[in-house]
């Protein structure tokens, strides 16, 4: 008879697997916080350097924690919503990745330790929520407002940046270069470091040769040796289309019954393309970038007009040349007019280093794109001074948009979590609990900045939360002594919607796990576990390929 029987009801396919309740949320906390494991010695001036090797033996060394999440091969699906947090970050204000997915990390850490005290998730996920409303209050009263003309703020701000990065002997230097970039290219208030920045990295050389070209830098050569190697005043066209005989399609039949004929149709031929160039000459092109082909007929003449040319330049390079010379893409030159052109003060070939050759079309007025040319005497050490420029790049935007800054050192974060404790006293009900736990997950980023550094933690906090008990809300750690100093005279400084930005990241990561009870595996297809280890075991890949 139905509903006699004891007999288990099955709705998933042999070979599926379900975890559900405290064990599926004890296993994705366990995954997230490997993945916090990874990035957070990294965290600060002091931090250590992750080796990753990828399959061809290729070598990335950085503690840059958005690289490093970037470039580990991570299987379990609540470890990739970690390195979300990180993307997430990044792509909003460009800084504070590892900040973000250490407060994360934190923050399901001691949510763990509620669910096993009895609090239910969802309690402490509306907890989360009311810290991280009055956190950004608190942060938003420690902004302190700044002049996007004031330069020496910004170095600070950039100079912040690129420390711990392993360029710190150069990093005055570089944040001249990122303080002219970012203000060259901003427009209405937003700095666009994405779109209007492109970096060039040149072998050879030093990284004191690291330069800004108001324009942009193009991995070409001229396309016949006859053409000039500078152009001054340069009138800039960009063409989408080519300079160069169409081949026939395949069924295509041409019918020459005499040497004078052929003769005839290459001439014909030939007058097209002499007329295309001649078209651009008159409006008064004398540099022209070719998105596709130009043929030898077609070199010629532009070398004749004293025109140089670039051919099968890329989409990238194109807008940015559209960007930097105010020049429009066009695709016929015979509709070319003299308001498509753009302009740069020189146009040149030049050689760097032994044999290579690039085109600089430097001098463009009112540019709305520029280019850092980066040197150094090694591949590692140019994309350490790529990273750290763009780092810094991004919080000098940030700073020119928001106008306000924190002080940096683990500050913002002691005072916020000192501010929440405050606040979850307030509170009845166990609301309270998760209040506090989001304050000691926020204490985090202090503490692992002094661990880091070779420092107690516990000496540290105890310094700090004395400093701030008694009013000194921009003290931090200072690196260097391992005592609470003031930051802001010490001129370490920090965009404040970075630290905004990172607490919200790290909730809505945090929230986001916690609210998964229920987790269902599919068979994975193709690969057989090792003997006593589970099919949907996600640990049994390493997080990064091996360590040469």
Request: charged share 30%; proline share 3%; glycine share 10%.
């Amino acid at each position: 008879m139905a509903g006699l029987t004891n007999a288990p009801i099955l709705i998933l396919r042999e070979g599926h697997k379900r975890e559900t309740g405290k064990d599926a949320q004890r296993k994705n906390i366990m995954a997230a916080k490997a993945v916090v494991e990874a990035v957070k010695t990294t965290l600060g001036p002091k931090g250590m350097d992750k080796m990753l090797v990828d399959g061809t033996g290729d070598i990335v060394i950085t503690n840059d924690g958005a690289t490093i999440l970037r470039e580990m091969d991570i299987e379990h699906p609540v470890a990739k919503m970690i390195v979300e947090v990180s993307r997430a970050q990044e792509d909003e204000v460009g800084d504070g990745t590892t900040t973000a997915v250490v407060i994360a990390g934190g923050l399901l850490e001691n949510a763990e330790e509620l669910i096993e005290i009895g609090v239910h998730p969802t309690v402490i996920v509306q907890g989360y929520k009311a810290a991280q409303k009055k956190a950004q209050e608190f942060l938003e009263e420690m902004g302190v407002a700044v002049s996007k003309d004031d330069r020496e703020i910004l170095k600070k701000v950039s100079e912040t940046a690129m420390t711990g990065k392993g360029i710190e002997v150069f990093k005055e230097m570089l944040s001249e270069i990122c303080i002219d970039a970012a203000a060259a290219i901003e427009e209405d208030g937003r700095v666009d470091v994405e779109e209007r920045i492109g970096f060039v990295k040149i072998s050879g050389g030093s990284v004191k040769e690291t330069a800004l070209v108001q324009g942009v830098v193009l991995d070409k050569e001229r396309l016949n040796p006859d053409m000039p190697k500078r152009v001054e005043g340069a009138k800039v066209a960009l063409l989408d289309g080519t300079l160069e005989l169409k081949k026939l399609s395949t069924d295509a039949k041409i019918t020459i019954s005499s040497p004078e004929s052929l003769s005839s149709f290459r001439e014909g031929e030939d007058e097209v393309l002499k007329e295309k160039v001649d078209a651009m000459a008159r409006i008064g092109a004398n540099v022209v970038f070719c998105k596709q082909g130009i043929g030898a007929y077609a070199s010629r003449y532009l070398a004749n007009h004293g025109i140089i040319a670039a051919r099968r330049v890329s989409d990238e390079d194109m807008k940015f040349l559209a960007l930097a010379t105010g020049g429009k893409i066009v695709t016929d030159p015979l509709e070319m007019t003299e308001g498509d052109l753009g302009s740069a003060e020189i146009v040149a070939e030049k050689k760097i280093g032994k044999e290579k050759k690039m085109i600089f079309v430097e001098g463009c007025q009112g540019a709305r794109a520029v280019t850092i040319v980066i040197r150094g005497s090694s591949e590692q050490l140019r994309d350490n001074v790529e990273r750290a420029l763009e780092d810094s790049l991004w919080s000098v935007a940030t700073v020119l948009e928001s106008e306000k800054i924190v002080p940096g050192g683990g500050a913002p974060e002691i005072e916020t979590a000192e501010r929440l404790r405050q606040y979850a006293s307030t509170i009845t009900g166990r609301d309270q609990l998760a209040v506090k736990a989001f304050a000691d997950a926020v204490e985090e980023i202090p503490v692992n900045l002094a661990e880091n550094a070779g420092f107690d933690p516990v000496d540290v906090l105890v310094d700090l939360r004395f400093s701030h008990g008694s009013g000194k809300k921009g003290y931090g750690l200072d690196i260097n002594t391992g005592k609470a100093a003031d930051m802001m005279e010490r001129g370490v400084v920090e965009p404040l919607k970075v630290k905004i930005q990172a607490i919200k990241s790290a909730t809505a990561a945090a929230t986001l796990v916690l609210r998964v009870d229920d987790v269902i595996a599919a068979k994975v297809e193709g690969l057989k576990p090792k003997p006593g280890q589970s099919p949907h075991d996600y640990t049994r890949r390493p997080m990064m390929p091996p360590m040469m």
